[in-house]
């Protein structure tokens, strides 16, 4: 049995057709929280909040490597990544992590991609508190 502290459930999503250079917000993904049964409202995180990510669905067109990361610039440093990659062309992947990643605290998930290309990827888990 695993013990994982419980946020508020989010998904994020990304897509782009060139995500091999952008700046550091223009690699985030957008994340969103249920607010009622009927109104999805993006995320914007505060300093003492922590993305966990537990599931992550990506498409690629062409064949690229993929870096799915956390951290405070738009490079993905030492221990900051989620995902790392080499695709295929019109080739994807789903995962369901069995250990989530705790993003650094007040970050975002972000992406990059080796070939300026379309991609798309969604992202899930939850939001704490620290």
């Given at each position: 049995m695993t013990s994982i502290a419980q946020g508020?459930?989010?998904?994020?999503?990304?897509?782009?057709?060139d995500a091999t250079e952008l700046s550091e917000t223009g690699q985030r993904f957008t994340m969103y929280r249920s607010q009622g049964a009927t109104v999805k409202t993006a995320v914007t995180l505060a300093a003492n909040e922590q993305v966990v990510i537990t599931d992550i669905f990506l498409h690629c067109e062409l064949a690229m490597t993929v870096w799915v990361f956390d951290g405070a610039n738009n490079t993905p440093n030492n221990g900051e990544s989620i995902l790392r990659s080499s695709f295929a062309i019109n080739s994807g992947c789903g995962f369901q992590?069995?250990?989530?990643?705790?993003?650094l605290q007040g970050t975002y998930p972000k992406l990059k991609t080796s070939t300026a290309a379309k991609i798309d990827a969604i992202i899930r888990g939850f939001i704490v508190k620290n």
């Open positions: 508020q459930p989010f998904h994020g999503e990304f897509t782009s057709t992590l069995n250990v989530p990643h705790y993003c």
